[in-house]
């Protein structure tokens, strides 16, 4: 008897789904909903008292925290800036790669080289660039004549977000180059000669051909941008640890110090649903006011 013929398609492709919603179930759901759980638990590690129901009192907590609310800010702040930096200079990165200039494909190498290096090695390397004693980049600003000394970037609350900002920006501008170069190989050159026909300079070629083609691959560019940049973590942790002072004290690592180093896991697993929440909800606010290509 030949089964293929009494099991219908879609079946099939049921079963042959099961092994990939249970890793999805095991890695992602079940981590959250135990997240979730621990959010309404009275749990302080090394306290006897502790394990009970909590309810709602972590959350409690947790809106009253001026330092959750400090954070919060901390991570819009380092969210916007560093997607906008990534953005601008992938884009930008993306454009001279597809104009085909001479030197350009050399650059394919130094596009990709940052996204090939792990997370802490990144963070270790920056760290040397910002060292205040022989740090690369106070090194050069001080040989073009720009800085009479030495300055320590990480220890001042001016700057230390602003460098921790780039640095996580730097190993982020990979992803949108690949994104955006892939859509603007995809474009047909038909459409710039045509443009070209109509008397359209590049400005206008950028404006009405490039810009509206590369739209969707923008958008998934800017949305996982947005997405990773809200839990970063590494990049605190190694180069400034949230200081000095609060200055550059995310969610994910304000999870960390409370799960950790204070040991209130009740706590930091409220903290974690909040940045969940806020990472949902940012999520959800753009891509309701990104264009839709069905209603155009």
């Known amino acids: 008897m030949d089964l293929t013929r009494r099991v219908r398609p879609d079946t099939t492709l049921r ?3 099961l092994p990939a919603l249970a890793l999805v179930l095991g890695f992602s759901v079940l981590p ?3 997240v979730g759980y621990l959010s309404l638990q009275d749990l302080r590690l090394g306290s006897t008292g502790s394990g009970g129901f909590a309810g709602l009192a972590n959350y409690r907590f947790t809106l009253a925290d001026s330092s959750v609310a400090t ?5 819009l702040y380092f969210s916007a800036l560093a997607v906008a930096i990534a953005t601008s200079v992938g884009l930008g990165i993306a454009l001279l790669l597809d104009s085909e200039a001479p030197g350009a494909r050399w650059l394919v190498l130094a596009a990709v080289l940052p996204w090939a290096i792990p997370e802490i090695v990144n963070a270790l390397m920056w760290q040397w660039i910002y060292n205040p004693t022989y740090g690369a ?5 001080v040989w073009l004549g720009m800085f009479r000394e030495y300055r320590a970037w990480l220890s001042t609350p ?4 602003h460098a921790v900002i780039f640095a996580y920006a730097w190993k982020l501008v990979p992803f949108v180059v690949i994104i955006l170069y892939a859509a603007l190989r995809s474009i047909p050159a038909e459409l710039y000669e045509s443009a070209q026909t109509d008397g359209a300079g590049r400005r206008a070629q950028f404006q009405y051909v490039t810009l509206p083609l590369i739209g969707p ?5 800017i949305l996982f941008s947005v997405v990773w940049s809200m839990r970063a973590f590494d990049i605190v942790y190694l180069l400034t640890r949230g ?7 995310v969610l994910s690592y304000l999870v960390f ?3 950790f180093e204070f040991g209130d896991m009740g706590a930091a697993a409220a903290v974690a649903v909040a940045l969940a929440a806020v990472t949902f909800g940012v999520t959800c606010m753009y891509l309701r006011i990104l264009p839709q290509d069905e209603d155009r």
């Open 257 to 259: 110090t409370k799960a």
């Open 137 to 141: 980049l106070d090194g050069l600003l």
């Open 32 to 34: 959250i909903l135990y």
């Open 71 to 75: 954070a919060f800010g901390n991570t």
């Open 158 to 161: 001016g700057s230390a977000m």
């Open 217 to 221: 691959a923008l958008a998934v560019a």
């Open 15 to 17: 079963i042959l789904n």
């Open 243 to 249: 200081g000095p002072g609060e200055a550059t004290v």
